[in-house]
């Protein structure tokens, strides 16, 4: 008791908003006690006695009973579009090919001990060579996203014998102590927890429409940043990498020519370049990668969650083979390092989007949905900005235009009309709607998805203007 009491005030302390619809709001309450019947509601009870309360997750919004394709159904039996299933379901929940997979690899080799290999990690590395930006061969994997990271900044340190890292503030790159250091959202590397690992340091990331530098334009915007990284790195000879995703999750699409200036800073500097393509890996933008957009090649990519298909764990460093520098070290030592049913899993994830052609599908359902938030910008006031690429798409909601302040409260209360119109979606930064929905998603379901968005948006901001007044 006299613990936790002393405890409490730095763990308290207020965050900046990652996230619009944390678990503790009263929009969240309302929501749930209109909506949730007994039986939700006990689970839910359930869940948070066993569980450590923790932001954006436990306690939980709702219970999920089933996820099929598109869909998440819950307990009572509503089905809602799930347009963020944390990115992991590229080819839609529980495809049947994958399911079957799964199930063979089980009957066939269950389990590899790390010291033997197995055909299927074999081939899972072999594929992603394939597939990567040209002259990534060298793999490692991990079990998630955040240690994939931490792996790739460990050889990052061993071939540069640097030890500092750049990354973005505003960015997310994992949960893992070194990953959370990495990432520039306060909600996940400061208070209680801090301080974190020795190394990493910020540097303020592009962004049109809200750009830290005060540019006025993609263009300029990217250009005050790759200045400043330039700048950084001139400064500081210990930088051994940057990092950062190539498409940002607010989402920002970088600007024309921005990652290959990037690129030839870094080379001009010894620095390394790590891309994050954790969710953008696997086609998500409408290219296999997002670093395809611009034609750049990072020194290690690190990807993650579709890779298991959305029913396994397992995320993947790749690096050129000049970077295979470490070997008296064992910096991917994970139990499940070459576990023949996730990299199965993966493999068969990678055949379906290849044969389904999802990638293209991405592109093109991406392009109509980019098309059709331009429009709805016209028709409504609260949208500052749209944006993004392929399937990784935001619309941000600002009070007024002219002085472009975020109406954390209109996307919040969007959040749960949405859902009331079956729709699940989360929001980035507070105020920005964030739209990621899996690759098998049809230009029908999208634009179903856009109505529903586009009436909550109209009904949000009249509710909100008649409570105000
Ligand atoms: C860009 C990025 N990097 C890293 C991670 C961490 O991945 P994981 O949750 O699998 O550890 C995430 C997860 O959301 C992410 O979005």
């Known amino acids: ?146 240690d994939a990271v931490e792996v790739a900044v460990k050889i990052a340190r061993a071939a540069t014998g640097r030890f500092k890292i750049l990354s973005f503030w505003d960015a997310f790159h994992g949960a893992g102590i070194g990953a959370s250091a990495l ?35 993609p263009g300029a915007s990217g250009e005050a940043c790759a200045r400043m990284i330039d700048y950084i790195l001139s400064r500081d000879g210990e930088v051994a990498a940057l990092i950062a995703e190539p498409t940002r999750a607010v989402p920002y699409v970088a600007p024309p020519g921005f990652w290959r200036r990037v690129r030839e800073t870094c080379d001009r500097h010894g620095t390394l370049l790590i891309f994050d393509e954790i969710p953008t890996g696997l086609g998500k933008t409408g290219r296999m990668f997002a670093c395809d957009h611009d034609g750049v090649t990072p020194d290690i990519l690190v990807m993650g969650k579709a890779l298991g298909g959305g029913i396994l764990p397992i995320a993947a460093v790749l690096a050129r083979p000049g970077l295979d520098v470490a070997e008296a070290w064992a910096f991917g030592h994970y139990t499940h390092e070459k576990n023949p049913v996730t990299t199965r899993a993966a493999l068969t994830t990678i055949e379906i989007i290849e044969q389904e052609e999802l990638v293209a599908n991405a592109a093109r359902v991406g392009e109509a949905a980019l ?60 105020n920005v709607l964030t739209l990621t929905p899996p690759l098998i998603v049809s230009e029908a379901e999208m634009m179903r998805a856009l109505d529903i968005l586009e009436k909550a948006i109209g009904a949000g901001r009249s509710s909100l203007s008649s409570r105000s007044r």
Request: hydrophobic letters at 40%; aromatic letters at 6%; one cysteine or more.
């Open 183 to 217: 990432s520039g959202e306060m909600l996940f590397r400061s208070g209680p927890a801090a301080p974190l690992v020795a190394g990493p340091m910020h540097v303020a990331p592009f962004g049109g429409y809200r750009c830290p530098y005060g540019a006025e334009s």
């Open 1 to 146: 008791m006299t613990r936790n009491k002393r405890l409490r005030p730095s763990v308290h302390r207020s965050v900046m908003p990652s996230e619009g619809d944390t678990n503790l709001t009263s929009r969240r309450a309302q929501w749930q006690e209109r909506t949730l019947d007994g039986a939700t509601r006990a689970l839910l009870a359930r869940d948070e006695r066993s569980f450590l309360r923790q932001s954006v997750s436990t306690p939980c919004l709702n219970a999920v009973a089933k996820a099929e394709g598109i869909w998440i159904e819950d307990l009572a039996g509503r089905r809602y579009m799930d347009f963020h299933g944390n990115n992991v379901h590229h080819i839609g929940y529980g495809h049947p090919r994958l399911k079957r997979a799964i199930a063979e690899q089980m009957d066939s080799l269950p389990f590899a001990p790390r010291r033997y290999a197995c055909e299927p990690a074999v081939a899972l590395a072999e594929k992603l060579a394939a597939i990567a930006p040209a002259g990534l061969s060298k793999v490692l994997f991990t079990t998630g996203g955040s």
């Open 371 to 430: 098309a059709r938030m331009d429009e709805m910008k016209h028709r409504l006031p609260a949208i500052g900005d749209v944006r993004g690429r392929g399937l990784v798409l935001g619309i941000e909601l600002v009070k007024s235009r002219e002085t472009k302040e975020p109406d954390n409260a209109l996307a919040e209360e969007v959040l749960y009309r949405a859902l009331d119109g079956g729709l699940s979606f989360k929001t980035t930064m507070g």
